[in-house]
Every structure is written in C-alpha cells, then in structure tokens.
T-cell receptor, first 112, second 114 residues
Framework: NAGVTQTPKFQVLKTGQSMTLQCAQD?????MYWYRQDPGMGLRLIYY???????DKGEVPNGYNVSRLNKREFSLRLESAAPSQTSVYFC???????????FGPGTRLTVL | DQQVKQNSPSLSVQEGRISILNCDYT??????FLWYKKYPAEGPTFLIS?????DKNEDGRFTVFLNKSAKHLSLHIVPSQPGDSAVYFC?????????????FGTGTLLAVQP
C-alpha cells in the first residue's frame, strides 16, 4: 500500500519551459489536492478535485492547470514556468469523512 | 489575510519536558482542526485532530486543546523526545460537503534537545 506517490522528486526548469507533475493514490479516495510550500508561507492550495471529472481553483491557481485523469491520478501542469513557481509541491488525497488528508512525499521544483 | 496563524516560527525544548505549540484562527465557521508533522524532505503526516464540539482530544503523548471563544488551539507533547523534532502545521477546515479544504498555518519548527 503505497498511499500517495508523486513523480518526479526533483526537477530543474528554465524560465518558459513546461512540465507536468504526476500524483497517484491507491486509497480509493474521491478528493485530491495540490499544494505548494514556500518558506514562511505554510501550505497553500493550488487546485483541488472533489471527485473524478471535477476540478476547482484553490488559493493560488495562477500559472497552473490540472487534470483529474481518473479516480487515482491528479496531475499539475506548468505551461510556462516562472522563477516565482520555485517551490515544493505536495499532492494529497482524502475522503469527506474523516477529514484528514494524506500527503505524498513532494516534488522540489527549481525554475531558473 | 491569514486565517490560521502560528506566531512562533520556532521552539526549542529539552528532552522529557513539555512542548506547547500554539495556533490562532480568525474564521469562527471553522469546525474541525488538525495538526500535521513534517520531517525534512518528506510530506506532512497527520498527527491529531479535534472537532469544534470538543475542547480536548488526547492520543498518547499528544493532546490538542481548543478554546473556541479565544479562537485558539494548542498542541501539547509530553514528554518531548528528540524524534519529535520537526515542523508542526496546524490546519482548519470548513465542512464542504464532497470535499474538505484545509487552511494551513505557517508552521512551527520544534527542536527537542537531548
């Protein structure tokens, strides 16, 4: 039982390049989330998906797109990376009850 | 506007003593609160939670207290151990039906000295 997995673990991009961060969960959860963590800022919600086929913006969605490919997978795409998107990205999943979210190990992204 | 605040960026405690981590919130509609623990290069892991209908929840060495009138919660770790050294995030939730978004604080780095 792997829980929430994320790929890649590390990535370096140049400004303007694109990439997709992958996330998968094997807990049969309906809801999935993407967060970014920056120093002194805590975890901020980028996008979330309440169920397969639905996605909604979180607190900081600008510059990102998401796809809920199926119940297991939720990807985050940066179409044109900017240095301000240098961060650690976490994917999470949950059910409505209980309300705790389970997190993946994170992707550390650097945009030069 | 930060709805969940952890005003202490760091805390240092001696092994065996009590660690008290604090969290304040501004939205009185929050009805569920959680604490997460995060080691370097790992994702946050759930530690303990409390519903707004309670004022205390205990799990082993970890106890969370909720003071709704003050919009304040705290996490007590007794006794503290070196393995407890990590960043602790508090989070608050509004019941949202199909999904429950969490609002996180900025975290407190706890260092437990042997």
């Amino acid at each position: 039982n792997a829980g929430v997995t994320q790929t890649p673990k590390f990535q370096v991009l140049k400004t303007g390049q694109s990439m997709t961060l992958q996330c998968a969960q094997d807990m049969n959860h309906n809801s999935m989330y993407w967060y970014r963590q920056d120093p002194g800022m805590g975890l901020r919600l980028i996008y979330y998906s309440a169920s397969e086929g639905t996605t909604d913006k979180g607190e900081v969605p600008n510059g990102y797109n998401v796809s809920r490919l199926n119940k297991r997978e939720f990807s985050l795409r940066l179409e044109s990376a900017a240095p301000s998107q240098t961060s650690v990205y976490f994917c999470a999943s949950s059910e409505a009850r209980p309300r705790k979210q389970f997190f993946g190990p994170g992707t550390r992204l650097t945009v030069l | 506007d930060q709805q969940v605040k952890q005003n202490s960026p760091s805390l240092s405690v001696q092994e065996g003593r009590i660690s008290i981590l604090n969290c304040d919130y501004t939205n009185s509609m929050f009805d569920y609160f959680l604490w997460y623990k995060k080691y370097p290069a790992e994702g946050p892991t759930f530690l303990i939670s409390i519903s707004s209908i309670k004022d205390k929840n205990e799990d082993g060495r970890f106890t969370v207290f909720l003071n709704k009138s003050a919009k304040h919660l705290s996490l007590h770790i007794v006794p503290s151990q070196p393995g407890d050294s990590a960043v602790y995030f508090c989070a608050a939730s509004l019941y949202g039906g199909a999904t429950n978004k969490l609002i996180f604080g900025t975290g407190t780095l706890l260092a437990v000295q042997p």
